[in-house]
């Protein structure tokens, strides 16, 4: 993997959190920003010198590289001024914070006129040229001021500032130093902390068809009984969350975005625990991210019994619900600290859980979609094959 080879100053390798090229910094002029609507994940996008030059320094990478040479645009449009390149601007928030923000670490470096990005659908004419609200705001708790452009079509910008890639999905997760250093020394600065001790980070109010855990309502009672504050990160604001983030100091969530934002204001003293509710490498970076940033690894607890994959989907993934040993999850929150001694968190029955599949494929009908039940791995049905009737069966007794 990209993280077991050393770092090296060829941008053609993969960026590196323990340095090389994803600490470079160069000045473009009269730069050249194309991008060509094609392709699924990797595209043809990116920057060319004055000479036409195509720059690798300039590619986004999530474990790969996702843009390849486009073609030189025979039209541009001019921009003046000295421009600061951010790369690609995500929609999602989990992966604005994880794949949009790994460039302006250079922001402590150099000084700029405004920032660049190119939108995650890339060239349209009918595209904003502005950041939505709440990506403006994100940047002001970053203290970043400067203008911000969304191109929509081929540049030729006067002067551009290339940072390597510091931060992102894969290898670089838990940052570079220089990143780490901007994030740490800027972010929610002056948000003082607010809230409880003991913080539950839940999914339960999200939209069925995202993923999640079955009966995460139970979960979350029996946590409430143990001084636990239940909290739906989605019905704060950016300030209300980071307070509580701070102010906790045992935190216990499933792996999910919300631990992304937690990361960046998250200390070493405090106490976190990560269920994980899905199988892959997604909820492994979200630990990376939390290690990397805060130097301790959270505990992580893995109690998924089955899996219950979307009908459209080919394994168990964000969609999938996990279907949890609730009681084992108790002991380890227990032996671990998180819960006190002779505390316990109630069973779920297996045909509980699939009474709670039944209902959930009821509300997605419109969309035509079952839950097929997999191993904990994700990748091969479950050792007992749960019929359609009996599902049925158990919706009929809801």
Do not use: C
Request: glycine share 10%.
């Amino acid at each position: 993997m990209a993280r077991d080879l050393p770092p090296s100053d060829d941008p053609l390798t993969p960026p590196h959190p323990a340095g090389g090229w994803s600490g470079s910094l160069s000045v473009v002029k009269d730069a050249v920003i194309n991008h060509v609507n094609q392709g699924y994940l990797v595209h043809p996008s990116g920057i060319f010198d004055a000479e036409g030059r195509y720059l690798p320094q300039g590619v986004h990478w999530r474990g790969r590289a996702l843009m390849t040479p486009p073609p030189f645009p025979e039209a541009v449009e001019p921009l003046a001024g000295r421009w600061l390149w951010a790369g690609v601007r995500m929609d999602h928030f989990g992966h604005f914070i994880m794949e949009s923000l790994g460039r302006l670490w250079a922001l402590d470096r150099s000084s700029v006129d405004g920032i660049l990005f190119i939108p995650e659908g890339g060239f349209r004419p009918e595209t904003s040229p502005e950041l939505a609200g709440w990506q403006r705001h994100f940047l002001s708790l970053l203290q970043v001021d400067l203008p911000v452009k969304l191109l929509t079509r081929a540049t030729r910008v006067q002067e551009l500032v290339v940072p390597g890639q510091g931060f992102g999905i894969g290898p670089l997760i838990g940052g570079t130093r220089d990143f780490r250093a901007f994030v740490q020394g800027r972010f929610a600065k002056d948000i003082p902390a607010e809230g409880p001790s003991k913080l539950y980070l839940s999914r339960s109010k999200l939209a069925a068809d995202l993923g999640g855990i079955i009966r995460e309502d139970q979960l979350e009672q029996d946590l409430a009984g143990q001084g636990y504050k239940v909290f739906h990160p989605q019905e704060h604001g950016l300030e209300a969350q980071i307070a509580a983030y701070k102010a906790a100091t045992h935190v216990v969530s499933l792996d999910g975005s919300a631990l992304h934002l937690f990361a960046l204001v998250a200390r070493a003293d405090q106490r976190v625990a990560v269920i994980k509710r899905r199988p892959g490498s997604a909820p492994q970076g979200i630990v990376d991210h939390l290690t990397g940033f805060t130097g301790q690894p959270p505990l992580v607890v893995d109690v998924i019994r089955r899996n219950w994959m979307r009908s459209d989907r080919k394994k168990a993934d964000n969609f999938s619900y996990g279907e949890l040993d609730f009681q084992r999850l108790g002991r380890i929150l227990t032996r671990q600290g998180f819960l006190p001694e002779g505390a316990a968190l109630q069973g779920l029955p297996p045909r509980r859980a699939e009474a709670f599949i039944a209902d959930l494929q009821k509300g997605l009908q419109r969309k035509g979609l079952q839950f097929l039940p997999m191993a904990p791995d994700g990748k091969s049905p479950a050792t007992e094959i749960v019929p359609a009737r009996r599902l049925a069966r158990a919706a009929s007794k809801l």
